[in-house]
């Protein structure tokens, strides 16, 4: 699989305070890579690194085959950004505001106008294209946002929290229009503070804290780094519970709910092991449930934060 991203040593400071540690990223082709973080770790600086927008004090950069520094130009017009405010003219309408972008990429008249069409009928706006955007829901105005951000047709997208603020319907409907992106064959390089959505959509997840890189890998593959797996058993009588107990030793008891807590990955083998010793020992089960840590237990546990979610409830 081609690269679509690739920096080595990426450092930024400014002053005396770190926000990029020398970070090394790899970003395939065709696919989602998210970058977690809590508030202030570097997320938004290492975008606005990787799209030309503000210059690293050092590091290794290609992006779309083109060396960042040597080539900004091909870089920005292989690229398109969203970043987490919406660049939505409210003043104009949404066709206005595609139009006005395919200006401002000279795609002339009529190509822009035609352009503009394409994209409204893509995020489902065309019944909106000739209303302001000010009267537009949160949600379609991030849908314009990212409409705007592909006038140009480019081969790599850096969507910058792009779902902060919406609804739950909006969000989801925003991650059908990014999936439906990479079916495409665009590169997605996504930067979240919802732990769902890139558990969701990524296909690679970098969690950055401190300016560092403290894990990376698939969703999966993260999950598998936090212990904490088990299964619950609950049984309907005392006997089968103190039965159990002598069966499953590992097991932590709790004998006024009657549950087992069994440690267990989640993986079919291993449930398929714990299921066989309880039909061996014909053992009667109430209930059943796998417990397997989440990104949420993921991100905790390598930046020391809660996530955004479980701040926000706390």
Same mark, same amino acid.
């Given at each position: 699989?081609?690269? @679509?991203?690739?920096?080595?040593?990426?450092?930024?400071?400014? !002053?005396?305070?770190?926000?990029?540690?020398?970070?090394? $990223?790899?970003?395939?082709?065709?696919?989602?890579?998210?970058?977690?973080?809590?508030?202030?770790?570097?997320?938004?600086?290492? /975008?606005?690194?990787?799209?030309?927008?503000?210059? +690293? *004090?050092?590091?290794?950069? &290609?992006?779309?085959?083109?060396? #960042? =520094?040597?080539?900004?130009? +091909?870089?920005?017009?292989?690229?398109?950004?969203?970043?987490?405010?919406?660049?939505?003219?409210?003043?104009?309408?949404?066709?206005?505001?595609?139009?006005?972008? =395919?200006?401002?990429?000279? #795609?002339?008249?009529?190509?822009?106008?035609?352009?503009?069409?394409?994209?409204?009928?893509?995020?489902?706006?065309?019944?909106? !294209?000739?209303?302001? =955007?000010?009267?537009?829901? !949160? !949600?379609?105005?991030? &849908?314009?946002?990212?409409?705007?951000? $592909? /006038?140009?047709?480019?081969?790599?997208?850096?969507?910058?929290?792009?779902?902060?603020?919406?609804?739950?319907?909006?969000?989801?409907?925003?991650?059908?229009?990014?999936?439906?992106?990479?079916?495409?064959?665009?590169?997605?390089? #996504?930067?979240?503070?919802?732990?769902?959505? @890139? *558990?969701?959509?990524? *296909?690679?997840? @970098?969690?950055?804290?401190?300016?560092?890189? /403290?894990?990376?890998?698939?969703?999966?593959?993260?999950?598998?780094?936090?212990?904490?797996?088990?299964?619950?058993?609950?049984?309907?009588?005392?006997?089968?519970?103190?039965? =159990?107990?002598?069966?499953?030793?590992?097991?932590?008891?709790?004998?006024?709910?009657?549950?087992?807590?069994?440690?267990?990955?989640?993986?079919?083998?291993?449930?398929?092991?714990?299921?066989?010793?309880?039909?061996?020992?014909?053992?009667?089960?109430?209930?059943?449930?796998?417990?397997?840590?989440?990104? *949420?237990?993921?991100?905790?546990?390598?930046?020391?934060?809660?996530?955004?979610?479980?701040?926000?409830?706390?």
């Amino acid at each position: 699989m081609s690269t @679509a991203i690739e920096a080595r040593g990426l450092h930024k400071s400014y !002053g005396d305070k770190v926000v990029l540690a020398g970070i090394d $990223l790899t970003v395939a082709e065709g696919t989602i890579f998210s970058l977690l973080g809590p508030n202030g770790a570097g997320k938004t600086t290492a /975008v606005q690194i990787l799209s030309t927008l503000i210059t +690293a *004090d050092a590091g290794a950069i &290609r992006v779309a085959g083109h060396d #960042l =520094a040597a080539e900004p130009d +091909a870089v920005r017009a292989a690229i398109g950004v969203t970043g987490q405010f919406s660049a939505v003219d409210g003043l104009l309408t949404g066709r206005e505001n595609l139009i006005m972008m =395919a200006d401002l990429g000279h #795609l002339g008249r009529r190509a822009a106008r035609t352009r503009a069409d394409e994209l409204l009928e893509q995020f489902d706006l065309v019944e909106a !294209g000739g209303k302001l =955007a000010m009267t537009y829901s !949160g !949600g379609m105005k991030r &849908r314009l946002d990212l409409a705007m951000t $592909l /006038v140009g047709s480019p081969r790599i997208i850096f969507l910058d929290e792009p779902t902060t603020g919406l609804d739950p319907r909006s969000r989801h409907n925003m991650w059908t229009t990014i999936r439906a992106l990479v079916a495409t064959g665009v590169t997605v390089f #996504l930067t979240t503070q919802y732990l769902e959505e @890139a *558990d969701q959509l990524a *296909d690679q997840i @970098a969690v950055l804290d401190h300016g560092q890189l /403290v894990a990376e890998g698939t969703p999966e593959q993260l999950k598998r780094l936090v212990p904490g797996g088990h299964v619950l058993l609950r049984f309907n009588s005392p006997e089968e519970f103190t039965l =159990a107990g002598q069966v499953l030793t590992a097991g932590v008891p709790n004998p006024e709910a009657l549950t087992l807590q069994v440690p267990n990955d989640g993986s079919v083998l291993a449930l398929r092991d714990l299921l066989t010793r309880i039909e061996d020992s014909s053992l009667e089960v109430g209930e059943l449930t796998v417990h397997t840590p989440d990104l *949420d237990d993921v991100f905790f546990a390598v930046t020391g934060q809660p996530t955004h979610e479980k701040a926000l409830s706390a």
